[in-house]
């Protein structure tokens, strides 16, 4: 257990309304992901930070921000959900050791 | 530049044969790679992982996986099968030389393993 906690673990929401998704994690880990889970297209990565305050975009970042105000605290906020966003969405924090990465329990996030 | 192709997207074994799961991988530096299993409604567990040490990388559950340079493969294996394997496996590779925070994961798509009692 990477001590990686994520909320909420379901959501409905309707399309064109804001969506906020948080990982919450406890072990003090600098680097956090936030990937979404597609069938047919593995896990691609939505954005990721490397420190408070500290962002960048990913493979798949386009409609999605981030925010990272506290190391334990990593925030995924579609601003005006499509129905293409409708996925499961993994956080990860990635041990001080080579490229690995652990991983949360998921968000499955439908937008009708 | 990296990327993974998982050669198989269904593999369907019996309960005590042995499993292979077929991963390629591209990559421009030297790569970490890893396994990782994702049982149904679950997150992603690690399996094994490769970050140039011995070739012949031990994972949990009895899985095994070898990484071979000069057929840019990382193959998982698993002498015999049992029922409580059957779920998505996932190769994914970490191109540590590209700079930046992400350290480039790259996942494949998946293999999804069943198993026929």
């Known amino acids: 257990d990477a001590g990686i906690t994520q909320s909420p673990r379901h959501k409905v929401t309707e399309t064109g309304t804001p969506v906020t998704l948080r990982c919450h994690q406890t072990?003090?880990?600098?680097?956090m992901y936030w990937y979404r889970q597609d069938p047919g297209h593995g896990l691609r990565l939505i954005h990721y930070s490397y420190g408070v305050k500290d962002t960048d975009k990913g493979e798949v970042s386009d409609g999605y921000s981030v925010s990272r105000s506290k190391t334990e605290d990593f925030l995924l906020t579609l601003e005006s959900a499509t129905s293409s966003q409708t996925s499961v969405y993994f956080c990860a924090i990635r041990d001080r050791d080579l490229g690995e990465q652990y991983f949360g329990p998921g968000t499955r996030l439908t937008v009708t | 530049a990296q990327s993974v192709t998982q050669l198989d997207s269904h593999v369907s074994v019996s309960e005590g044969t042995p499993v292979l799961l077929r991963c390629n991988y591209s990559s421009s530096y030297s790569p970490s790679l890893f396994w990782y299993v994702q049982h149904p409604n679950k997150g992603l567990q690690l399996l094994l992982k490769y970050t140039s040490a011995a070739t012949l990388v031990k994972g949990i559950n009895g899985f095994e996986a070898e990484f071979k340079k000069s057929e840019t493969s990382f193959h998982l294996t698993k002498p015999s099968a049992h029922m409580s394997d059957a779920a998505e496996y996932f190769c994914?590779?970490?191109?540590?030389?590209?700079?930046?925070?992400?350290?480039?994961?790259?996942f494949g798509k998946g293999t999804h393993l069943i198993i026929q009692p």
């Open positions: 072990e003090n880990h600098r680097y």
């Open positions: 994914v590779v970490s191109d540590r030389g590209s700079g930046g925070g992400a350290d480039g994961l790259t």
